[in-house]
């Protein structure tokens, strides 16, 4: 696995820190282990999965539905990124 380099020089996780570990995770089909590593997965690859299925197939809410997903994805980084820090510093 390629290490963090936020966390190498600032000893401080980044929001991005655990998804290696959960696309391995999720790979081997620890499906649940996956979720509980990086929260973030199920959204971001909901959302790729959506984003490539817009370029062969035309929705008719397409510009709302990649605004909904993103934000949802955002979201759930930046939440499970606080709880994270939260719960490290107490």
Same mark, same amino acid.
């Given at each position: 696995m390629m290490p963090c380099?936020?966390?190498?020089?600032?000893?401080?996780e980044c929001p991005g820190c655990g998804l290696q570990r959960s696309l391995d995770l999720l790979l081997q089909g620890e499906f649940l282990a996956a979720f509980k590593m990086y929260p973030a997965i199920y959204p971001i690859i909901f959302l790729i999965l959506f984003?490539? #299925?817009? !370029?062969?197939?035309?929705?008719?809410?397409?510009?709302?539905?990649?605004?909904f997903f993103a934000t949802l994805?955002?979201?759930?980084?930046?939440? #499970?990124? !606080?709880?994270?820090?939260y719960n490290l510093y107490n």
């Amino acid at each position: 696995m390629m290490p963090c380099l936020n966390k190498k020089l600032f000893g401080v996780e980044c929001p991005g820190c655990g998804l290696q570990r959960s696309l391995d995770l999720l790979l081997q089909g620890e499906f649940l282990a996956a979720f509980k590593m990086y929260p973030a997965i199920y959204p971001i690859i909901f959302l790729i999965l959506f984003l490539g #299925s817009t !370029l062969f197939i035309k929705f008719k809410h397409s510009v709302f539905l990649k605004w909904f997903f993103a934000t949802l994805t955002a979201g759930t980084i930046i939440v #499970s990124y !606080l709880i994270k820090m939260y719960n490290l510093y107490n």
